[in-house]
């Protein structure tokens, strides 16, 4: 089984439109997390979540807004997307405050934008 | 920014040991050292963690200096499909950040 799951794993749109990316994990963690990695592979944290909390807010554009109804999901909605946001989006999940646990991460949201 | 460096690349040949070292000069004594690979733009895939101690499981060995500002990941069999990117983390004390560097790319060749 799937442990931190995302849809779609692809996604090609075009400048301007709304978009959604689902993420939802099983293992019973009360933390999740987004991270975008761009064309240079850089990979960076966006944004992280507690029991529907939000904790962690990098300095990421008002367009990208992370909505948690559950503690098993976190979606990542982008609005009017722009060329420079087409990236592969990471979900992740761990529990809060533990650091000897490590994160684990889905397999990607491949985004482009034409 | 990352507080680790790591070489840019390196090769291993098959079946032979991968030591893939990794300098963490600023960590603070609560901080721990995270490993993870990246296999083709796949999701990062844990593989070890330490405090201070010297740890092992399944998949790799993680070896940590006494003052702790340095460390290496050691495959001990290396295959092809070891073939990623590693990338060594300090996890940021008292926060839920990992923050990547620019990691170790690994081919291990025939």
């Known amino acids: 089984d799937t442990a931190v799951s995302q849809t779609p794993k692809y996604l090609v749109t075009q400048m301007g439109n709304d978009k959604s990316i689902k993420c939802e994990q099983n293992l019973g963690h009360d933390t999740m997390y987004w991270y975008k990695q761009d064309s240079k592979k850089f990979l960076k944290i966006m944004f992280s979540?507690?029991?529907?909390?939000?904790?962690i807010n990098e300095t990421v554009p008002n367009r990208f807004s992370p909505k948690s109804p559950d503690k098993a999901h976190l979606n990542l909605h982008i609005n009017s997307l722009e060329l420079g946001d087409s990236a592969v989006y990471f979900c992740?999940?761990?529990?809060?405050?533990?650091?000897?646990?490590?994160?684990?991460f889905g397999d990607g949201t491949r985004l482009s934008i034409l | 920014d990352a507080k680790t460096t790591q070489p840019t690349s390196m090769d291993c040949a098959e079946g032979r040991a991968a030591n893939l070292p990794c300098n963490h000069s600023t960590i603070s004594g609560n901080e721990y050292v995270y490993w993870y690979r990246q296999i083709h733009s796949q999701g990062p895939q844990y593989i070890i963690h330490?405090?201070?101690n010297n740890e092992t499981n399944e998949m790799a060995s993680l070896i940590i200096t006494e003052d702790r500002k340095s460390s290496t990941l050691i495959l001990p069999h290396a295959t092809l499909r070891d073939t990623a990117v590693y990338y060594c983390i300090v996890r940021v004390y008292n926060t839920d950040k990992l923050i990547f560097g620019t990691g170790t790319r690994l081919q291990v060749f025939p």
């Open positions: 992740a999940s761990s529990n809060q405050g533990v650091p000897s646990q490590p994160q684990h």
């Open positions: 979540y507690n029991n529907k909390e939000l904790i």
């Open positions: 330490g405090l201070k």
